[in-house]
């Protein structure tokens, strides 16, 4: 059939002013009002607040709108401590008051749930709660050059490929938090241009910097290193791609778990990034397990061991299944340096066909699991054939957990117990806990 010409009929109303007034948070945390019958996006704004909005972005479905002015502020809005809120895309919920963080985290979760026909009632369990400030570890800070080679060391600004200039960040550990002034210094004394990508920075009672080189090291900015290094007590890493290098010696990065246990790690692996809420999060696994000395127990994604090596001292066997080859061979040197014989660690892809293996024809009484974002759903069809009466999922991505447990419901499974783990202040970002059984 020919195409005709039609003209579009659809009203613009990019650029217009408007007043609405807010109904509601969506899962991301941005503010929900109706215009013409069509929900308005609006990043920062708080339910029964009443703001004048640029709309910025028209679709069919939806539209997008930027406050101009908030004429009625909700009694839970506050001021964001972080002088780079309004840029800075990393932590989305500071203008909420933070004792109404998990409430919205807990009904996000509750949504998806529903949305997925989950229809049990939730049997929510305290959470685990966190300090609001200072708890994250580990962080990526981008370096970025302009056109003149000008350096900008930050974090990503809000829905663009820009960073924005950090000159402190509130959710570092202290001792890191306003690290970034000292390290914009030596970025912009060294003398070959463009060749940093990114820095690594690690808390673990030292400083550990990774400094990704996009260029080969020459003398004088190793020297600029060198001195920085002994100036401010850092152990500075050099990554060239294909290997990581100190600039001195080499010292092991290492976190402490319960009843002192340590594990070891390097920099590029997983580690979880608040030190005492996964403290907490690896006790509440262990109770929630009811653990005993005649578990076996599988560690499904089991990184270097933060659970597997927790629980080894109270079970009879663990068995940890993870997919970096060498984040196994440090999980299995964990065991060893913490004298821990009773757990075994393995490398498989958990998406891919793993029960001809033969760690899979052990019989398990308990299984704990704690995938990446993308869920674990492709395990969770090969596990639901071990009826495993026990099972507890550790989740960091909601949408793919209540995904996960509609299917696990689908195969006899009902919920125990749930609760969220504030691993992540100030974020959107939800962590959660659900115990199943069969
Ligand atoms: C959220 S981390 C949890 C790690 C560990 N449980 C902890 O508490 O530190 C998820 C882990 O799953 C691993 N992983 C991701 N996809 C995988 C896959 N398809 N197969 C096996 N492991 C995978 C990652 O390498 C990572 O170590």
Known sequence: MANFYQANKKKQIVGQIVDLKIERLDLNGCGVARLN??????????????VKVKIIEQKSKYLRGKIIEIATASKDRVSPLCKHYRLCGGCDLQHLVFSEHLAFKQKKVADLFQRNQINQSLP??????STPWHYRRKARLGVQYDKQGHVTLGFRQKGTNQLTA???????VENISSI????????DQLVTSRSVGHIEVIDTGKITLVIRQMKKLNDTDKALWQLAE?????????????QVTALTE?????YKLLNELELTFNSQDFIQINHQVNQQMVQQAMDWLSLTATDVVLDLFCGLGNFSISFAQKVKQVIGIEGIQSMVDRAATNAINNKLDNCQFYQADLNADWLSQAWANIQFDKVLLDP?????????????????PCLLYVSCEPTTLARDAKYLISQGYKIEKIALIEMFSQTKHVETMVLFSR
């Open 37 to 50: 019958d069509k929900p308005v996006f609006i990043d920062q704004a708080l339910p029964k607040e009443t």
């Open 124 to 129: 929510w369990q305290n959470p685990i709660a």
């Open 166 to 172: 950090i000159k402190q960040c509130h959710v570092l």
């Open 180 to 187: 970034f002034i000292a390290l914009k210094k030596v970025l």
């Open 230 to 242: 002994k100036t401010h007590q850092w152990q500075v890493l050099i990554d060239e791609g294909e």
């Open 250 to 254: 080499k010292q092991p990065l290492k």
């Open 372 to 388: 990446a974002r993308a869920g674990a759903f492709e395990a969770l069809e090969q596990l639901v054939k071990f009826k495993v």
